[in-house]
Nanobody, 126 residues
């Protein structure tokens, strides 16, 4: 199982970025996939998670209306579209999958996720 996150960078406030998470070694549409972030000195937090079974999603309050998650099953890739970015969105962003999600359902707490990709830095600054 491997996850490869990409797409981070430097963007001005109000700008947009799309992060990609390419999966290999498993079919991601069967498992929950989550995007998480960790800012310096802060705990890792769940940003957006999507169920593998029914497409249900969880959004952190801080990103509702600005971030969306989507899945391209043909490419085995999940995307995080981030719009109206704010300086407080600055963090290292990670994607991860919960291999137990078919049994226990969708959650977006980092402890539930057992396979992680490397992080990609997102910096929102003028």
């Amino acid at each position: 199982v491997q996850l490869q996150a990409s797409g981070g960078g430097l963007v001005q406030p109000g700008g947009s970025l799309r992060l990609s998470c390419a999966a290999s070694g498993f079919t991601l549409d069967y498992y929950a996939i989550g995007w998480f972030r960790q800012a310096p000195g802060k705990e890792r937090e769940g940003v957006l998670c999507i169920s593998g079974s029914n497409g249900n999603t969880y959004y952190a309050d801080s990103v509702k209306g600005r971030f969306t998650i989507s899945r391209d099953n043909a490419k085995n890739t999940v995307y995080l579209q981030m719009n109206s970015l704010k300086p407080e969105d600055t963090a290292v962003y990670y994607c991860a999958t919960d291999s137990s999600s078919p049994v226990r359902g969708l959650g977006c707490s980092p402890w539930r996720y057992d396979y992680w990709g490397q992080g990609t830095q997102v910096t929102v600054s003028s």
